[in-house]
């Protein structure tokens, strides 16, 4: 008995490690520890967010990989990844998979709203923060508003992408940001960039 927390200290250090260097990377995206205003997710950002003339976020979202990141978890090639870097659980209940696939799954329910879906994986809120404080339409519309209330719009795209797409990915191979954002890009009708 006596062993047991030996033993369990040396069990973790290597998931502390691989943590902290995730983290160290993280830029500017929304990792569970970070989290101050409660997830709503993708329905309800997709409300103002869905015609052609707003901008048609939502559907280029679903039509993204990133929709897919939790279905992904879910594969026999995924637990074989887990089991291979020494993980006992499954993909999609392994933190260190999760992390970058995933938004919301470890925190507080209260900052998890009803329509929040985890199953969502790589979602709007990932990338621009959970948005219960910011999504009301008076506060939207003012981006320094919205910003003061957790929308994070990044600034420097590529190193933002790159917080998740690096070699912590056990399946990274490399990363062009011009090819990757041409399939996901998103405006704002106007502000082509
Ligand atoms: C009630 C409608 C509404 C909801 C709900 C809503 N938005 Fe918005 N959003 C807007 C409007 C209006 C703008 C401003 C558009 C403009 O400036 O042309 C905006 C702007 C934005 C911007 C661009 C900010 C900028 O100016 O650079 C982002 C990013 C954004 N929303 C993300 C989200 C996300 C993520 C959610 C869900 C958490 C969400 N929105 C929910 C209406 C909404
Ligand atoms: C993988 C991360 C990611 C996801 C997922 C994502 N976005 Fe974005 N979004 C970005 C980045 C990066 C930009 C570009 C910011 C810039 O350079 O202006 C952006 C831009 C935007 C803009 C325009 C901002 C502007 O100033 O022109 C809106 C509006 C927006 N996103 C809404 C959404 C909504 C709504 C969803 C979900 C349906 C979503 N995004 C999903 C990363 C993401
Ligand atoms: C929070 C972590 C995270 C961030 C930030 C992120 N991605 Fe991803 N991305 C993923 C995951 C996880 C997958 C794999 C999903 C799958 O295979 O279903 C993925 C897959 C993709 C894919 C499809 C796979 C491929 O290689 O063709 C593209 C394209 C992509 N991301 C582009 C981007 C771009 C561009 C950005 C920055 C604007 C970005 N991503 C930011 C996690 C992220
Ligand atoms: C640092 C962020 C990060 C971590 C941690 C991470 N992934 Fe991913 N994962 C990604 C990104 C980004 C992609 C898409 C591009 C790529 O393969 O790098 C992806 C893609 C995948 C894919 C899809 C590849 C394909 O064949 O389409 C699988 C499966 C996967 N990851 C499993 C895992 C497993 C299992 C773990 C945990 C042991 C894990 N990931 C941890 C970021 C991450």
New binding site residues.
């Given amino acids: 008995m006596q062993k047991y927390p030996t033993l369990a200290v040396l069990f973790l250090l290597p998931l502390m490690l691989y943590s902290g260097n995730v983290l160290s990377n993280k830029q500017n995206i929304t990792l569970s520890d970070d989290v101050k205003h409660a997830y709503?997710g993708v329905e309800?950002?997709g409300?103002?967010?869905k015609s052609a003339q707003q901008g048609e976020q939502l559907n280029i979202w679903k039509k993204s990989a990133h929709a897919l990141a939790y279905l992904a978890l879910q594969t026999p090639k995924a637990d074989s990844i887990a089991l291979t870097k020494g993980f006992t659980t499954k993909a999609a209940e392994t933190e260190a998979c999760l992390k970058c696939h995933v938004s919301g799954y470890n925190i507080d329910k209260e900052l998890v709203k009803a329509k929040f879906k985890m199953e969502d994986g790589v979602q709007?809120?990932t990338c621009?923060g959970a948005?219960n404080d910011y999504?009301?339409?008076s506060i939207?519309?003012d981006?320094e508003k919205?910003v003061a209330n957790g929308?994070i719009?990044p600034a420097d795209r590529e190193a933002f992408c790159k917080g998740c797409h690096n070699t912590e990915s056990p399946t990274f191979i490399s990363f062009n940001y011009a090819d990757q954002w041409a399939k996901i890009k998103h405006y704002?009708p106007g502000n082509e960039k």
């Fill in positions: 709503v309800t950002c409300m103002c967010h709007c809120e621009h948005g999504k009301s339409p939207m519309k981006k919205a929308l719009v704002k």
